[in-house]
């Protein structure tokens, strides 16, 4: 080997020349398969999944327990969708498209499914704070109270053990993304899972140990992911309980997290000058839509008067 | 050019990671979350730590070290992937220079040696040294574990010979990268708040460069790089430095050997203080000018650890009477006989973007658009890069061989004797930032207080219990504290944070011996004893 | 991984126990004595610990053994053991229902009110058992089908402590439960005839049953045992995998796959540089269903040497052997079996092949081939989503060939008298014979041996014919995810194609016998609350859909619908459907199917 020894060390009030630009190593080729859905002729990534392929010519699918950043668990099932040939229906978030396959996302069976699903949940939770479930409930004609007054349910009293988190399992459809969330797809902590079985199952510590005694880091992912209101900031949660919370009054702004120097994604949520919730975009690549308790909680330091109280007597302006 | 240099998609996709000296799962939250999605994805996972901490407990395999002992390990870990012919020869030829002083310094750190002055079994050297140097892609990321020590640009290089010496630098998922502590001190550095560079890394004392920025502002510019913060302290000491002007630091606090600092700072002429709170420092002032919160009360860029430049906006008002940052500063300049004009922050943006080639190619739109842009890019039509030094690895070599650098072990400054027989470490913990300014007020279920946190080992030691209240005393001062029993520690070492100096000022304790390269203290390594403490 | 443990310790006892399942822990990171020379300055975690996590099941078992119940302690350090956050473990171990996550006394007696039971009279030992030794969840439990059915009613007794002890009780009466529940001794008893047609010349699957030994690894090979192995051994893999394909073998669990076909998936992807793994699902859960346990129990080495010859055909180099966890004697033999073979070379060390026992822990849903592999991994036994399928991604993610018990006692045969031979034996396209479970109000409940083509009325023939009140009101074919046939339906001829074409399911070969003397409204209940109770809750249409169709039937039974019979049996409809076309797996596919059936034959709720 020469020894380059002598050679000088880069001069540092001499700029270095620029290299070549870097380049991510090339994603494997994916070939394009040809689809149909509902009749129409698609051709579609090898990977994709129904449900992409389906958005891809702008077919609406429901979903509960699907989000972006996390990987599918298919178990709430509304997204299904009639492949030709399958005896059952399949899964549109998590089955991939294959060549030849034809689907239907709305034929009867499907809507009787999604419809049942629907009325299944409506008629066992809560969905008071789930504004994306009723509108599909609307959406499929589902009626839950046909299964009559006595059907179970899981009601159960709200779980508020801390300062920052509002458990309500009696509005828990168990979509797993929570659990998810605060484990391996994000924030591997596992401070909570699926315990028991069946209708009993639920989301729990080890033991049901309150949260504060638990491994909980308070991150405030599982919150971010809850489709149901069932997972809630306490911030929202007194205010929505004071009567005070008004979603037409607030405005989303994005920006960076003032802690450490990983760069995160906030999305500031301001009613009247107030932040009262932060979230972070789902595509955004350095937090794939997650951050720590710092990023979700730690902006209280701006927050100098008290929270926002009741609404204003006079009428906001744009609520007309 | 000063950056980490790699991205953080890469770290999902290499193959080895080593944590040194960094306990990013508590530090950098959602950094670490990149690290378990490379962790899922196979990679193996070391961390080189005094203490066993969360992130040592996801490790593949966790070193132990003796606090400041990095060097050591890092020759040894050298040697061992010499001697057992494992050195990319080919990147060493085409792309380093000094090897061979490299070669020879490192080769007296066998790995018995490096048992003996850091305490890791040289098995668990050797190990490491090889899947290091065989990993198809590696990355090395380290935080102030490295950096708060006397030797802190040592430390650096130390880890920076690693990667040359295997070629895991300047590729696609193998890298280097200092994860920064604080939202913006990379972009800080990048606009020009480092002693002897102007915005873009640009060398006050090259002429050429240093014209192109006065014929810009119209102003002659110094042509001698200044001070770093330790060094202010000193030239104060000295009586060559009478006036301050703080923006948003808090060195009342956060200083090493606080006693030191708070004199320092008392006996100035005229202190000016600019800051969201009336802090420790600001107490001081002489005259404090309150500022909005730069995240979330005005606009601007912020710079991450992946040299991305990312955009912070408006989302609330700030309250009445609190003022922007660049409005204070325009204001400043007008009573100096200066008009800038009003701020608008994409016009002093694209000041940068005129001056700073790296930037140059960074419009608001762009920024918007792509998410932030990792630096360098130069143009509107450059992506940004992904990671740094690419030109390493270009045929032929483009821009000057990158220099191996001849570092020794040396033990921390503060030694351990009789007297001060524990070894007092710093750091922060997961739910607290810094002296606590901004995170003492918000009410965290994981918040306790400050605490000599001590292996259960030491406890039945010194004959002290969980809670006890004792006095904790270094050659400079002492606190007091209650211990807390915590087994990622082995007995010898000890550790506190300074999250909570009005409870426990723990700088009271920490020394000030300065890194001469980059003005760090070393926060890290403190000698200290217990002493049984009567409440009066 | 970071774990946050509470502050519960184990007791001595615990760790203990849990120790000698996992073996003593590396390092005082993972439960051991801190020894701070090399604790203070290195630990291995990571990925090595994390591939430890299928032993998390065998680590519950060895704590609930020894305690009763999974206690705060225990959990955290089977969680330290295993580096397995503790709110996860608590998720698997709530999962199963052979777990108590409370204090329970050591001696419980499981008491069987299923089906086949509950015609021979479980309804009435619950209530004596009730008034003698309180309401079940503590001293007595009520269980699911124990597959005990021939000897029906039956019970299982556990003991936890150091010598733990599990068995099964049956026939049982009342009054020796509470006997044994009291003073913990199981006086002696008959194990009663399971396979009547034992020692007849015909039987192919049952002909060493009452005659070989089933402990004795000789006996087996002095009845023929190993030479089949012998055989393929000199044949070669692909030669085996021909004679499979060549028998037209169909799997037994219920699907009714072509075996062949799958071990031709792996045998081709041998050469991928993944591992294969063969899993022998013996996780025999469905209602009315015990003819594995039979062969296990009396006939062990047959079952282990079948897996050794499929592990060699598709070149598997583990193979996990999944068995329920009611089934203790059927355990033991098999662990003794291959300990026998392990120590005469025909196993693990110097073979190519070895087999690890799991035992499963109360819960039907495992029998799901991908709830089985969750099981044996160490997590809840939820089902995955199909595709991709085991033979692509199975066990651990790589490919798996899982076949029944029974489909794997049918290859030592097709090897040594080559697949043209088996297949000629059956029908066309059900080749080979079949093992059939008896129960209920038949005369001789137990294991029949039959070749495919039989019809159900010769079955039941084989088996003595109708008892109880001599008139039959319906049989019940295929297991509660089966179907209820009438009288008039008994000439179906019991193979796949003719099943389906009458309507009906072979399933598990499941055929129990109702005498005009049973409520079928309490049966169909039960097997409502079955579903309700094995349901694991993943999926909406089955966790939710279970316990609606349940409450559906209650008002049913109870004659107060809403709205109208006619309403309620439109709703039903619709609930059946959801859980048929929606439900992850087939436990909610079929959930529906013996109560639909039914339905459709009599007017029950009228």
């Known amino acids: 080997m020469s020894d380059p020894t002598n050679a000088a060390a880069p001069n540092p009030l001499i700029p270095i020349p620029r290299g070549p630009v870097p380049l991510a190593p090339p994603a494997a080729a994916r070939c394009q398969i040809e689809i149909t859905i509902d009749g129409r002729k698609l051709s579609v990534p090898e990977g994709t999944t129904l449900l992409e392929a389906a958005r891809s010519i702008a077919i609406d699918t429901p979903t509960l327990c699907y989000l972006e950043n996390l990987t599918p668990v298919n178990v709430c099932r509304v997204c299904v969708v009639e492949l030709e040939g399958s005896r059952t229906l399949v899964p549109a978030c998590s089955r991939k498209a294959e060549p030849g396959m034809s689907i239907q996302t709305d034929s009867e069976r499907v809507r009787l499914s999604r419809k049942l699903v629907l009325e299944f949940l409506a008629s066992s939770v809560d969905t008071s704070t789930a504004p994306a479930l009723r509108s599909y409930m609307e959406r499929y004609d589902a009626h839950p109270e046909r299964f009559g007054a006595s059907a179970a349910t899981v009601a159960q009293p709200v779980k508020i053990d801390n300062e920052l988190y509002v458990r309500d399992y009696g509005k828990c459809i168990l979509c ?145 | 050019m000063g950056g980490g240099t790699s991205s953080y998609r890469e770290i999902e996709e290499t193959d080895l990671i080593i944590l040194w000296g960094s306990n990013a799962r508590d530090t ?124 802190a640009v040592d430390n650096v290089l130390a880890l920076l010979n690693l990667a040359l010496l295997t070629g895991h630098v300047g590729r696609y998922a193998s890298g280097l990268n200092p994860l920064r502590g604080q939202n913006n001190v990379q972009g800080g550095g990048d606009m020009g708040a480092i002693p002897d560079r102007l915005p873009g890394f640009q060398h006050v004392e090259n002429d050429e460069l240093r014209a192109k920025f006065e014929k810009a502002w119209g102003v002659k510019i110094p042509p001698k790089r200044g001070m770093n913060l330790s060094a202010m302290f000193d030239a104060m000491e000295r009586g060559d430095l009478t006036a301050l002007y703080v923006l948003g630091e808090n060195p009342a606090d956060s200083e090493a050997d606080r006693h030191r600092a708070l004199k320092l700072l008392n006996g100035l002429d005229f202190l000016l203080v600019q800051d969201l709170f009336l802090t420790k420092t600001a107490e001081l002032a002489d005259v404090v000018l309150p500022a909005a919160a730069g995240w979330c009360e005005s606009e601007g860029t ?235 | ?49 994390r591939a430890e996590r299928h032993l998390l099941l065998p680590a519950l078992h060895a704590a609930h053994a020894r305690a009763g119940w999974i206690s705060p302690g225990a959990l955290n350090y089977v969680s330290q053991r295993l580096d397995v956050p503790p709110a996860e473990t608590y998720s698997v171990a709530s999962f199963y229902g052979m777990f108590s996550m409370e204090p329970r006394p050591a001696r419980v007696i499981h008491v069987c009110d299923d089906i086949a039971c509950l015609t021979r009279g479980a309804g009435a030992i619950c209530e004596q058992l009730e008034n003698k030794l309180g309401p079940p969840g503590s001293a007595w439990l009520r269980s699911p089908c124990l597959g005990l059915c021939e000897r029906a009613p039956a019970a299982l007794f556990t003991e936890a402590g150091e010598h733990p002890r599990e068995e099964a009780l049956a026939p049982a009466t009342a009054d020796a439960l509470c006997q044994i529940a009291n003073s913990g001794v199981i006086p002696p008893g008959s194990p009663g005839n399971s396979v009547p047609q034992a020692g007849q010349p015909q039987l192919r699957l049952l002909q060493r049953i009452g005659k070989v030994n089933p402990q004795s690894l000789a006996d087996y090979r002095a ?79 047959a079952l282990i040497e079948a897996m050794t010859i499929a592990g060699f055909a598709i070149g598997a180099q583990r193979g996990f052997l999944y068995i329920r966890g009611e089934y203790p004697l059927a355990t033991e033999r098999l662990l003794h079996a291959i300990g026998e073979a392990r120590a005469h070379g025909l196993l693990g060390a110097g073979t190519h092949f070895d087999i690890e026992l799991r035992r499963g822990a109360g819960a039907y849903i495992c029998g799901e081939e991908t709830a089985l592999f969750n099981s044996i991994e160490g997590y809840r036994g939820e089902p995955r989503n199909k595709p991709p399928y085991p033979t692509e991604a199975g066990l651990f993610g790589e490919p798996t060939v899982v076949n029944n018990v029974e489909t794997l006692i049918n290859v030592p045969g097709i090897v040594l008298e080559g697949g043209a031979a088996y297949a000629a034996i059956g029908t066309e396209r059900s080749t080979g014979t079949k093992l059939f479970c008896l129960s209920g109000h038949i005369a001789r409940p137990g294991v029949y041996e039959a070749a495919f083509g039989a019809t159900l009325r010769e079955v039941i023939d084989l088996a003595g014919g109708v008892s109880g009140s001599g008139r039959l009101q319906a049989v019940l074919l295929g297991g ?71 409450e559906l039937m209650h008002r049913l039974a109870g004659n107060h619908p809403l709205v109208s019979v006619t309403q309620e049996a439109a709703v039903l409809r619709d609930i059946s459907q959801v859980m048929r076309d929606a439900s992850i797996c087939g436990l909610g596919h079929t959930a529906s199917s013996a109560i639909e059936s039914a339905l459709k034959r009599w007017s029950i709720f009228q």
């Open chain 1, 176 to 320: 797993y993304k929570c659990v998810e969330a605060c484990g391996e797809d994000a924030q591997n902590t596992f401070a909570i899972a699926v315990a028991g079985r069946g209708f009993a199952a639920g989301i729990s510590t080890e033991f049901e140990i309150p949260l504060p005694e638990s491994a909980c880091v308070y991150c405030g992912n599982c919150i971010g992911v809850c489709p149901t209101g069932a997972l809630m900031f306490k911030s929202e949660f007194d205010m929505r309980q004071a009567g005070s919370w008004d979603e037409s009054r607030q405005t989303q702004t994005d920006t960076i997290c003032p802690y450490c120097g990983v760069g995160c994604t906030l999305t500031v949520h301001q009613q009247d000058n107030q932040i009262v919730r932060v979230t972070s975009p789902l595509d955004q690549q350095v937090t794939d839509g997650h951050l720590c308790i710092k990023g979700r909680f730690g902006w209280q330091f701006v927050q100098i008067t008290a929270p926002a109280g009741p609404p204003p007597a006079s009428t906001p302006k744009d609520a007309a």
């Open chain 2, 28 to 151: 950098h939250p959602i950094f670490f979350h990149h690290v378990l999605k490379g962790v899922h994805n196979g990679a193996k996972l070391y961390v080189v730590d005094p203490r066993r901490t969360a992130s040592a407990q996801w490790a593949d395999t966790w070193l132990g070290l003796d606090v400041g002992s990095d060097i050591s390990l890092a020759n040894a870990m050298a040697r061992e992937i010499i001697v057992s012919g494992l050195a990319n020869r080919q990147f060493i030829e085409h792309s380093t220079s000094g090897f061979g002083g490299y070669r020879a310094c490192v080769e007296a750190y066998t790995l018995e040696r490096a048992e003996r002055e850091t305490g890791v079994p040289a098995a668990v050297i050797r190990e490491t040294a090889h899947s290091y140097a065989t990993a198809k892609h590696a990355q090395i990321c380290w935080t102030l574990g490295i950096t708060e020590h006397h030797n």
């Open chain 2, 302 to 536: 912020v710079t991450n650890s992946e040299r991305r430049v990312q955009r912070v906006r408006r989302a609330i008002d700030p309250p009445p009477g609190v003022r922007d940052d660049t409005e204070i500063l325009y204001d400043l300049a007008r009573r100096l006989g200066s008009d800038w004009g009003t701020p608008v922050s994409e016009n002093i943006w694209n000041e940068v973007r005129s001056l700073s080639p790296m930037h140059g190619g960074m419009s608001y739109q762009r920024l918007e658009e792509l998410d932030g842009i990792q630096w360098p890019c130069y143009d509107e039509s450059h992506p940004g890069e992904m990671y740094l030094h690419s030109r390493l690895w270009a045929e032929p070599l483009v821009g000057p061989r990158a220099p191996f650098s001849v570092v020794e072990f040396e033990p921390p400054v503060d030694s351990l004797d009789e007297q001060f027989p524990l070894r007092l470490t710093t750091g922060r913990r997961l739910d607290s930032y810094n002296t606590g300014v901004q995170t003492g007020r918000y009410s965290s279920p994981l918040r306790r207080s400050e605490s000599l946190d001590l292996s259960p080992e030491d406890g039945a030691r010194y004959g002290v219990v969980e809670g006890e209240r004792v006095r904790i005393r270094s050659r400079r001062g002492s606190v007091v504290a209650p211990v807390h029993y915590d087994t990622s520690l082995r007995p010898g070492l000890a550790f506190m944070t300074m999250h909570f100096p009005d409870e426990v000022a723990t700088n009271d304790l920490t020394i000030d011996a300065v890194d001469p390269k980059s003005g760090t203290s070393e926060f890290k390594a403190t000698a200290i004893r217990i002493e049984k403490h009567q409440e009066n």
């Open chain 3, 1 to 49: 991984m970071d774990l946050h443990l509470s502050a519960a310790l184990p007791t001595e006892q615990e760790r203990l126990a849990v120790d000698a399942a996992l073996g003593i822990p590396s390092s005082g990171w993972t439960g051991g004595v801190r020894d701070i020379a090399v604790d203070g300055r290195t630990a291995a975690s990571g990925h090595a610990a």
């Open chain 3, 223 to 301: 009845h023929g045992g190993y030479e089949a192995l012998r055989k393929a051994v000199d044949m070669g893999p692909a030669a085996v995998i021909r004679e499979v394909i060549a028998s037209k073998l169909v799997g037994r669990g219920g699907a009714a796959f072509p075996a062949g076909k799958k071990w031709e998936t792996l045998h081709n992807s041998r050469s991928n540089g993944r591992p294969h793994y063969l899993v022998c699902n013996a996780d025999e859960s469905e209602p009315g269903t015990f003819k594995d346990r039979v062969v296990m129990e009396n006939d062990p080495f």
């Open chain 3, 480 to 550: 509660a995810a089966g179907g209820f046939v009438t009288p008039a339906e008994l000439d179906i001829p019991l193979t796949f194609e003719g099943t389906r074409a009458a309507g009906a399911s072979l399933g598990s070969a499941v055929v129990m016998l109702f005498d005009d003397t049973i409520d079928l409204r309490k049966i169909l209940l039960r097997i409502a609350a079955f579903f309700r109770d094995e349901s694991c809750g993943q999926c909406v249409p089955c966790r939710v859909g279970t316990v609606r169709q349940e």
